[in-house]
């Protein structure tokens, strides 16, 4: 069965601004956002943990927001300025543990699909 289903990716020019959906069939200790680009390295863009302050990499800081709609069972990763580098497959994550580290990849059980961002003009 799907535990999580990313929605909201596509094309975009540099500058523009992108909503990510990743909708959940149960509650988890923490969440969060990943990108993957060809040729690089999983990287954690923005994670949360319960109540606690959500978590950003630098590399997004003050362009990402992260947020959770636990009544809907709804993550969502706002993306404003985007930059060509922004360019990657996103996916969501989440974990049955408690986890200090939002955004390090080991803490997370279960995947989504992916959903594709190109920032391009």
């Known amino acids: 069965q799907v535990r999580l289903m990313e929605s909201g990716g596509g094309s975009v020019q540099p500058g523009g601004s992108l909503k990510l959906a990743c909708e959940y069939r149960?509650?988890?200790?923490?969440m969060a956002w990943f990108r993957e680009a060809p040729g690089k390295e999983r990287e954690g863009v923005a994670g949360?943990?319960?109540?606690?302050?959500?978590g950003y990499s630098d590399s997004v800081k003050g362009r990402v927001t992260i947020s959770n709609d636990d009544a809907n069972r709804t993550l969502y990763l706002q993306m404003n300025a985007l930059k060509a580098e922004d360019s990657a497959m996103y996916y969501c994550?989440?974990?049955?543990?408690?986890?200090?580290?939002?955004?390090?990849?080991?803490?997370?059980?279960?995947w989504g699909q992916g959903t594709q961002v190109t920032v391009s003009s």
């Open positions: 149960y509650s988890y200790y923490v």
């Open positions: 949360i943990n319960g109540d606690s302050r959500p």
């Open positions: 994550a989440a974990g049955i543990h408690w986890s200090d580290r939002p955004l390090d990849a080991r803490g997370y059980n279960f």
